[in-house]
């Protein structure tokens, strides 16, 4: 663990007891199991987003993906055109898809990431509502699948199963960034990307595969996501939640320059804005001030990150001068 991660924890730690102190009710296994539901499903797109940062790049279409694939599964189970099982390949497939666009326009014909995911962000997003006709995608009236709301908002001895798959795929994802070939090349490419070249990285196909695991993963959530609220207005599903991914993402060590970040500081910005969240709840803020609060909070935290990070680095710094 990081010095870094060791003081996200401490955070975690040091709010999450005020917040206990100030209401009990923040540690009843009611909120409890609530917050670990949302911290599951956030964290699966958090974590996706991390693997672009990594590569010096961002994903703005977040939340738009979500919106688009979240219509077209419950579509097509609503409708009964295909089982859930397919429904998932193929907005799985989708998502794959779109991160493959992305990393092409990106890797191959040179536009900023900005402008590709701005972009994306703008077309799935209208997309979305003309394949619904601007109108609420839902479930019938009375419609139930039992096995597939088992697996998506279930749960195991009180375990939500959106955590135990966000669980299970950071373990993947963490040894996919830590342990892999893969993995090193894309610290290799965010950190430098014309001296990965030189040194004989397939950058381009490191950039393009970091988008394809970015939007695949984004997909696996879309269909956690439609589950959950089990309706969809697509005009305003996953609002923000590329800026949420991006937050947690950040908070968890990714540095926006590229080539820095681990999967478990990812995890635990997550779990520090998913407390937060809930401290804006319990505490009985204004739900008006709720991102202003996080907001705040995230910006005094990188602040006080960079300080000491600064103060770690001056002792060589002036030992290297008085050398000179």
Request: glycine content about 12%.
């Amino acid at each position: 663990m990081s010095r870094k991660d060791l003081g996200l924890l401490v955070l975690i730690i040091v709010v999450g007891t005020v917040v206990a102190i100030i209401n009990p009710r923040f540690v009843s296994p009611i909120n409890l199991a609530n917050t670990a539901n949302l911290i599951g499903l956030f964290g699966i797109f958090a974590v996706a987003q991390a693997f672009v940062i990594i590569s010096g790049g961002i994903e703005l279409s977040v939340g738009s993906i979500i919106a688009l694939l979240g219509v077209i599964f419950v579509d097509l189970v609503a409708n009964g055109t295909v089982s859930p099982a397919v429904a998932f390949v193929v907005v799985l497939g989708l998502g794959c898809l779109m991160g493959l666009a992305h990393g092409l326009l990106i890797a191959r014909m040179g536009l900023p990431p900005f402008v590709v995911t701005l972009c994306g962000l703008l077309i799935y997003r209208g997309a979305a509502r003309y394949y619904t006709e601007d109108a609420t995608a839902g479930f019938p009236f009375g419609a139930s699948f039992p096995m597939l709301e088992w697996l998506t908002a279930g749960r195991f001895y009180g375990v939500p199963h959106s955590l135990i798959a966000f669980l299970s795929i950071t373990v993947v994802m963490g040894f996919i960034l830590h342990r892999s070939v893969f993995g090193r090349h894309l610290f290799a490419v965010g950190k430098n990307e014309e001296a990965a070249r030189y040194s004989g990285i397939d950058t381009h196909r490191v950039i393009i595969t970091a988008y394809v695991i970015c939007c695949g993963l984004t997909a696996v959530a879309a269909v956690f996501i439609a589950m959950y609220t089990r309706s969809i207005s697509p005009s305003s599903h996953g609002n923000f939640y590329e800026l949420y991914a991006i937050a947690a993402a950040v908070l968890g060590g990714c540095s926006l320059r590229g080539g820095e970040g681990s999967i478990f500081g990812v995890v635990l910005g997550v779990i520090l804005l998913q407390v937060l969240q809930n401290l804006v709840n319990l505490l009985g803020i204004p739900s008006s001030l709720n991102f202003a609060v996080m907001g705040s909070v995230i910006l005094i935290g990188v602040i006080a990150d960079q300080q000491l990070s600064r103060r770690g680095k001056e002792p060589g710094v002036v030992r290297r001068a008085k050398r000179a």
